[in-house]
């Protein structure tokens, strides 16, 4: 398969750990026989700073002309601790979500078992955690209008929602629950929000069309609860823009590092990967990144076009390394290896998947690995 891929690596450890992505990839290419091109562009703080835009429209053009886009990471201080700044980072992402109708994000949370122990929570509350978010991307109150009053002492942001919003990601989410083991739940404010009234009332209709799917529903205050309390519980969660985005970030502590966790965004024609992570601008430039979460993110690239075991290569790959210690020092302190030695194990392996006999792990932390 020929694949152009727009490769969007941004800000912080977002270069460092989309090269590993990309090394992945190679691998996959020579081990399967296929062609993937990679097109470097500019977004976020970095695009700011050289065009003064976050996404500029060379960027947006190559992203629509590719057949995916990987994505790394974006944000900066300066913006973060600036709340006068008109132009952010993080309107590019925004932007590009919108400008390639990618209304549907899917995050799973998978608990490793080699690294039960990493996680803060006790080993029999998370043991069997195997679940997937499916948040809605494009609308909700991260793009309703934006008031500020004259004197900057009143703000607002309006939500919205329609029901042919509702409805597209809800169908993608039970043909997703139907697939696994049969359970949906959809969180959301129906107590308060009308637009979560809304959410309630046109899921339930679609959930008759799926009578093999249990639907229920929780409140995102429990919801926010029962990820910590029961995790193993869910299967499939539903939820618009912002509850997702909270949701989410709060199960990626689950599996002991945000560093773990991937992340597809899909529309009609469009998709884009990329590690559900900031920018983590304190580890810019250490090789200390955790680059798995971007790896995987490139294994469900390969799974959203029918490539079934090259992606399940990669996530043999990831769990071996993970089994082995090779990580970086977000999940082991005393760990010697870096962002680059992972990415770079992770991709040998591929190579020669042979649960990698001949590998001189000494070398790995030198960059120098080899098989014999």
């Not at 809605?136 to 009053?149: H, N, Q, R």
């Not at 919205?160 to 597209?168: C, G, M, P, T």
Request: charged share 25%; glycine share 8%.
């Amino acid at each position: 398969m020929k694949l152009k891929i727009a490769l969007l690596a941004g800000d912080g450890i977002g270069p460092e750990v989309a090269a590993q992505a990309v090394t992945t990839l190679q691998a996959v290419e020579e081990t399967f026989g296929h062609e993937f091109s990679f097109t470097e562009a500019l977004v976020g703080a970095i695009a700011i700073d050289k065009q003064g835009d976050p996404l500029p429209d060379e960027t947006l053009a190559l992203c629509k002309e590719s057949d995916a886009v990987l994505f790394g990471a974006i944000g900066h201080p300066k913006f973060d601790n600036d709340p006068t700044a008109k132009v952010r980072p993080e309107q590019g992402l925004l932007k590009l979500r919108k400008e390639l109708g990618l209304f549907s994000n899917i995050r799973p949370v998978k608990i490793f078992p080699t690294l039960i122990e990493k996680s803060p929570l006790r080993e029999e509350r998370i043991t069997g955690t195997d679940f997937v978010i499916y948040r809605e991307l494009t609308g909700g109150i991260y793009f309703g209008e934006k008031f500020l009053s004259e004197d900057g002492t009143v703000a607002s942001d309006l939500c919205i929602y329609s029901e042919e919003e509702i409805s597209r990601i809800a169908h993608l989410a039970f043909k997703a629950a139907k697939g696994r083991r049969g359970k949906l739940t959809l969180v959301d404010k129906a107590n308060v929000l009308e637009s979560s009234r809304l959410w309630r009332k046109v899921v339930t209709r679609i959930g008759e069309s799926y009578p093999e799917v249990t639907l229920d529903y929780l409140f995102v205050d429990n919801a926010a609860m029962q990820l910590i309390l029961n995790p193993s519980q869910f299967d499939v969660i539903l939820t618009e823009n912002m509850f997702g985005d909270i949701i989410s970030d709060e199960g990626s502590i689950i599996g002991g590092s945000i560093g773990l966790l991937p992340s597809a965004s899909v529309g009609e024609d469009s998709s884009m990967f990329e590690p559900i992570h900031g920018s983590y601008p304190q580890a810019t430039g250490k090789n200390i990144a955790n680059p798995v979460a971007s790896i995987l993110s490139a294994a469900m690239l390969l799974d959203h076009f029918e490539l079934k075991e090259e992606a399940e290569a990669v996530v043999r790959a990831v769990t071996l390394s993970l089994k082995k210690g090779i990580v970086t020092p977000d999940l082991d302190p005393n760990s010697k290896y870096g962002t680059d030695d992972v990415g770079h194990y992770i991709a040998s392996n591929i190579r020669d998947s042979d649960d990698f006999r001949g590998l001189n792990q000494e070398n790995i932390g030198l960059g120098k690995s080899t098989i014999i």
